[in-house]
């Protein structure tokens, strides 16, 4: 059975989430406060050993929108299709870095406001670009 994630900000506390929950491809993440009651599959997260971090929900995987190496671009979910730009390293100082592009998941403009999108940029060490893995129970 594999092992899920809450993936949580180190900036404001939130988690990973899928916008609104959406289940088809193309749904943005966003930072939203941890659910500690009722169906939570759209904020766990399974790494697998390729480097796909996959949702629990819907099996989707985090994908930089188009495979683009720019600052800010999107974070989604995407069907898996083993491509670089949806694999990620999970770095011993808490970033996640993309294996594409280098750029590391950041929560867009440090917005610690429920509801903060979540691109790429480049690594700069700032709280908005760290995460805690925590396991589910």
């Known amino acids: 059975m594999p092992q899920y994630y809450m993936v949580r900000s180190r900036l404001n506390g939130m988690v990973l989430d899928i916008d609104c929950g959406k289940r088809e491809p193309g749904a943005r993440l966003i930072l939203w406060p941890a659910k500690t009651q009722g169906n939570n599959d759209n904020q766990l997260w399974e790494i697998d050993h390729y480097g796909h971090i996959k ?3 819907n099996g989707l995987v985090l ?5 683009k190496t720019t600052q800010g671009t999107k974070v989604l979910t995407w069907h898996g299709e083993g491509k670089a730009w ?3 390293y999970v770095e011993g100082d808490g970033s996640i870095r993309s294996q594409h592009s280098g750029l590391v998941l950041d929560v867009k403009d440090n917005n610690r406001s429920q509801g903060a999108s979540v691109c790429v940029w480049s690594h700069n060490g700032g709280q908005n670009q760290k995460w805690d893995l925590i396991p589910s129970r």
């Open 55 to 57: 949702s629990k929900m």
């Open 63 to 67: 994908d930089i929108e188009g495979g």
């Open 86 to 88: 949806q694999k990620w």
